[in-house]
């Protein structure tokens, strides 16, 4: 159980780059970081136009100063100051995670970096070999990650309660762009565009999430090829999809798919992911993730609820309020930015980090799924073997 102490000896100094007024997830990183007292936000070049940053800073009380006209000259002083930051969060369009990925790393900072990490395989693991190199954590907010049934799944995935694994069912399918809303919408235009958004769009923008969480529940399944069809029913939208079905198999003789779309008319959110093993299912979906269901073939059905008892010790470890009341995405983004900063201090201290966050190498891996999945869509949704 949380009660928000200190887990970290003193809160990281940390920055953010982009995540300004009216961006959409700049303030759940805020609020994860600040949540626990791990991080302190000191510093931040928060928006494409500095003035507008500088005046959004000040209004969350970082010192005039350090509200910088851009990422360069942020971590330029940042590093003449003896408190200068030691970590850095990016929320920025895809399109400039690399390269300031990249320059914070060189200047020796820690980083969070909002998915995907890069645009190609090449980038990704340049950014991997170097975060190494540089002994610091690269972390990648995949947020629902951090919610505690989550690592419930893969308890009792791990307790081979499912027996072998057959099927992976994932899908992150809303409703909300079914109509040209980028015509209106600044952080939408951004996203269909593939100079800012990358090879595609809601293969990366959403289908990696589920894929993520997938990965944290079955960590020894890796994919052995795929086929994935996608389409542009905006045909605004070309080349980029706003909706895509990838299949896939994997080495142990799963199968599974992922629905990828941002015109399944009427949903929130419909992330879910579901795995089905020989004896047993479970299913877990972002908009009531309290609950996770536990079917065992011939049995009445489990709704196994956050906070209580017969959980496992660590799901429960991230635990904030006890059954009952909801946690969600909040506490679940909190729970990553605290796996984050004890992560970055162990790596500081030279200690080995023996715990699951998405790391450097899940980025990668982010990276790469689109990569093949867009490879297979444009030769017409052939199988590929996955590269
Ligand atoms: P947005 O367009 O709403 O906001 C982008 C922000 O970045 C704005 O404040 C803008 O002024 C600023 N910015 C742009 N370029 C900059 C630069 N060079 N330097 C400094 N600031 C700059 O975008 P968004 O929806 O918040 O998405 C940002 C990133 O977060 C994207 O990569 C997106 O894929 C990701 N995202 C992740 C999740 C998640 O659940 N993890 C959810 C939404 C968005």
Not at 16 to 24: A, D, N, R, Y
Not at 141 to 159: D, N, P
Not at 304 to 326: K, Q
Request: net charge negative; charged share 25%; proline share 4%.
């Amino acid at each position: 159980m949380l009660y928000g102490e200190k887990r970290v000896e003193k809160p990281i100094r940390w920055a953010m780059v982009g995540g300004g007024l009216g961006s959409q997830i700049g303030y759940i990183h805020r609020s994860a970081a600040l949540r626990d007292f791990s991080f302190e936000l000191v510093a931040g070049a928060f928006d494409i136009l500095p003035e507008r940053g500088k005046e959004f800073g000040k209004n969350l009380h970082v010192a005039e100063d350090r509200c910088y006209p851009d990422y360069k000259t942020m971590f330029c002083e940042e590093a003449k100051r003896e408190d200068g930051i030691q970590a850095v969060s990016i929320a920025t369009p895809n399109g400039t995670h690399y390269e300031i990925t990249k320059a914070a790393l060189e200047a020796g900072l820690h980083v969070v970096c909002e998915k995907p990490l890069c645009f190609t395989i090449e980038q990704a693991e340049e950014l991997a070999y170097l975060a190494k190199k540089q002994k610091k954590v690269v972390g990648i907010t995949y947020g629902y990650a951090g919610h505690q049934m989550i690592e419930e799944a893969r308890q009792l995935i791990k307790a081979g309660k499912l027996g072998d694994i057959r099927i992976v069912m994932l899908q992150f399918a809303h409703g909300f762009h079914n109509v040209a809303v980028e015509k209106n919408t600044a952080s939408t235009k951004w996203r269909v565009n593939p100079k800012a958004a990358g090879p595609s769009y809601v293969l990366g923008d959403v289908g990696t999430h589920p894929l993520y969480l997938s990965e944290v529940m079955l960590p020894d399944m890796k994919i052995k090829r795929l086929m994935c069809s996608r389409q542009s029913f905006v045909k605004s939208r070309e080349p980029l999809e706003d909706n895509a079905m990838t299949l896939m198999e994997y080495d142990n003789g799963a199968i599974g798919y992922v629905w990828s779309s941002c015109v399944n008319c009427g949903s929130m959110h419909g992330q879910k992911v579901r795995i089905i093993g020989e004896k047993a299912s479970l299913e877990w979906w972002d908009e009531r993730p309290n609950q996770l269901t536990y079917e065992v073939q011939g049995e009445p059905v489990r709704i196994l609820e956050r906070g209580m008892g017969y959980l496992s010790e660590t799901a429960l470890a991230e635990d904030r309020i006890g059954g009952g009341h909801p946690e969600g995405l909040f506490e679940a983004w909190s729970n990553l930015y605290g796996r984050f900063a004890i992560a970055m201090e162990a790596m500081d201290k030279g200690e080995k980090v023996d715990f699951w966050y998405p790391n450097v190498d899940d980025g990668v891996q982010g990276v790469r799924w689109g990569e093949n999945c867009v490879r297979s869509a444009d030769q017409g949704a052939v199988w590929v073997d996955y590269e």
